[in-house]
Every structure is written in structure tokens, then in C-alpha cells.
């Protein structure tokens, strides 16, 4: 029972570092600009639920890099990350939703990602609510307000803190 859990412990470890050591070569192609390396590291890793290959992946997507151009695959892959805390993804929903790319325009759900990622520490998040707030009524931002407050409610390990940790995102 003992050498089962030992072997089954060595899995573990040989299985988690080969995860990270997958990310931070996606990480490294993506600084060296080699996108196409970049998304073969990555694209494993977010279809197994790593929030920061989600992130990156979504960049990748986000602005055609390594593949063609798909802003709603861009928006749905930082919707996984952010559902995991990682507080750059939430900030870029705000701009997906406040510029309607990838998804309908929407400035309700624009203040309520920002509101989330600035509750997690995006500064330049934080900035954004008074500039979206500057195109919304009281009503609107009332209700963002309470579906950010809703989210955090219901995610408390994601609003304590980015699931990026240890992981590098901008």
C-alpha cells in the first residue's frame, strides 16, 4: 500500500511538472514572438483548465497570433480563466464588453468584469469603472455592481485572489 502511494505520489509530481514546464516554454515563445510554439504549449494546458494557458491562448486569439484571428474564441477562453480568478482575463472582458468584440456591447456586464478584476487587484481595472461609468446610468451601474458582488459571492476561491499564481500574466 505504501509503494502504491509513492508511485502514485511520483506520477503526481512527474505529471504537475510537465504541466508547468509545458507553460513556461508557451511562455517563453510567446516573449520570443514564436506563436505557433507558443499555441501547441498552451492549447493542451487550457483544454485541461490552466487559467494563465487560457489567457495567453485567448491572446493568441485575441489578436491572430499563431492563428486566424476569432475574438469570440478569445472571449470564451478568457471567460474560463476568469471564472478561475485570473484577474488580466477579467480585465480584458471588461474591454471585450465595452467595445462589443467577440460579444454583443455591453456595458453592464463591461463595469461588472472590471469591478471583478479590480476587487482582485487590476489597478488599471479600478481606473476603468469611472470611464465606463461616464456612458451608463446610476440603474446600470447599480445592477453591475450586484452581479460583480453576485460573482464574488459565488466564486470565493477565484475573488481571493488571481488562480494565476506562480504563473506569470500581465
Same mark, same amino acid.
Given at each position: 500500500?505504501?509503494? !502504491?502511494?509513492?508511485?502514485?505520489?511520483?506520477?503526481?509530481?512527474?505529471?504537475?511538472?510537465?504541466?508547468?514546464?509545458?507553460?513556461?516554454?508557451?511562455? +517563453?515563445?510567446?516573449?520570443?514572438?514564436?506563436?505557433?510554439?507558443?499555441? =501547441?504549449?498552451?492549447?493542451?494546458?487550457?483544454?485541461? /483548465?490552466?487559467?494563465?494557458?487560457?489567457?495567453? !491562448?485567448?491572446?493568441?486569439?485575441?489578436?491572430?497570433?499563431?492563428?486566424?484571428?476569432?475574438?469570440?474564441?478569445?472571449? =470564451?477562453?478568457?471567460?474560463?480563466?476568469?471564472?478561475?480568478?485570473?484577474?488580466? +482575463?477579467?480585465?480584458?472582458?471588461?474591454?471585450?464588453?465595452?467595445? /462589443?468584440?467577440?460579444?454583443?456591447?455591453?456595458?453592464?456586464?463591461?463595469?461588472?468584469?472590471?469591478?471583478?478584476?479590480?476587487?482582485?487587484?487590476?489597478?488599471?481595472?479600478?481606473?476603468?469603472?469611472?470611464?465606463? +461609468?461616464?456612458?451608463?446610468?446610476?440603474?446600470?451601474?447599480?445592477? +453591475?455592481?450586484?452581479?460583480?458582488?453576485?460573482?464574488?459571492?459565488?466564486?470565493?476561491?477565484?475573488?481571493?485572489?488571481?488562480?494565476?499564481?506562480?504563473?506569470?500574466?500581465?
Amino acid at each position: 500500500m505504501i509503494k !502504491l502511494f509513492f508511485i502514485s505520489l511520483v506520477f503526481i509530481v512527474f505529471i504537475s511538472g510537465n504541466a508547468w514546464a509545458g507553460f513556461d516554454e508557451g511562455l +517563453a515563445a510567446y516573449k520570443q514572438k514564436d506563436f505557433e510554439k507558443a499555441l =501547441r504549449e498552451f492549447a493542451p494546458l487550457a483544454r485541461e /483548465g490552466d487559467a494563465p494557458a487560457q489567457f495567453y !491562448l485567448g491572446l493568441l486569439y485575441g489578436f491572430g497570433e499563431g492563428v486566424k484571428k476569432d475574438l469570440a474564441e478569445a472571449v =470564451r477562453l478568457w471567460k474560463l480563466a476568469a471564472d478561475q480568478g485570473n484577474v488580466a +482575463a477579467q480585465s480584458n472582458l471588461g474591454f471585450m464588453y465595452k467595445y /462589443g468584440n467577440g460579444v454583443s456591447q455591453d456595458m453592464v456586464k463591461a463595469y461588472k468584469w472590471s469591478k471583478i478584476a479590480s476587487e482582485g487587484g487590476a489597478v488599471y481595472a479600478k481606473e476603468n469603472l469611472n470611464l465606463f +461609468a461616464e456612458s451608463m446610468s446610476e440603474e446600470e451601474i447599480v445592477r +453591475a455592481e450586484d452581479l460583480a458582488k453576485a460573482w464574488l459571492d459565488s466564486h470565493p476561491r477565484a475573488a481571493s485572489g488571481p488562480a494565476a499564481a506562480g504563473k506569470e500574466t500581465p
